[in-house]
């Protein structure tokens, strides 16, 4: 499709993205896993994580890095590690304040739309830091990885997201090979980022705002 018709195309929704996407969090994911798997003798470097862990299940970028130990751990030994790595990147988020003012600024000029978050990770890790930095009511429906059997880049996310707002469009914003895998296969269109920075910027761009 041409740009200038993607530029004046309207759309029911916006769904957005949470890690990489609404805040630069990916870093601080990076971090909490890190420190987490220290006791278990796993040094996880930011390339693996980059490729094997941002978009998909947890579980799948641990059960990466336990083939990379003699014998093999258990992956469930490293997924009951969960919950501390949880309540470790909400403390953290909550203390940075990760929102920056482009974004709010954006989600404040986006008030008349309808809005939605569609995230892999779990609700425990991104309501928190919706509500503290004061816009988790502008959001209509929120899907986390607790909400449905398969994650991305399954469609699963993005479909239960459309069901629950009752719309047939809606405009992505993604930052992942796995997002724009889920969404595309969902029947939606994206805008695909590669960096948090430029989001709010080619939102505006893409919405003509």
Do not use: N
């Amino acid at each position: 499709m041409p740009s200038y018709e993607l530029a004046t195309k309207q759309y029911e929704a916006i769904l957005f993205d949470f890690d990489g996407v609404l805040v630069d969090s990916e870093p601080v994911h990076f971090e909490c896993w890190r420190e987490v798997l220290k006791p278990f003798g796993l040094e996880l470097d930011w390339p693996t994580y980059r490729d094997q862990g941002i978009g998909i299940s947890d579980r799948e970028l641990l059960a990466v890095l336990c083939r990379q130990v003699t014998p093999p751990l258990d992956v469930d030994v490293l997924v009951a590690e969960y919950p501390r790595k949880k309540a470790l990147f909400r403390s953290l988020m909550l203390e940075r304040r990760p929102f920056s003012a482009d974004v709010l600024d954006l989600i404040s000029k986006l008030s008349q739309r309808r809005l939605g978050v569609v995230t892999s990770s779990g609700r425990a890790e991104v309501e928190p830091v919706l509500e503290a930095a004061g816009v988790r009511h502008a959001f209509e429906v929120a899907v986390f990885g607790g909400d449905v059997r398969r994650l991305k880049p399954a469609p699963d996310p993005y479909l239960l997201a459309v069901e629950r707002l009752g719309v047939a469009t809606a405009l992505v914003v993604e930052d992942s090979d796995a997002g724009e895998a889920s969404a595309r296969a969902a029947g939606l269109d994206v805008l695909r980022i590669h960096h948090q920075r430029e989001m709010a910027g080619l939102v505006r761009e893409r919405l003509g705002l």
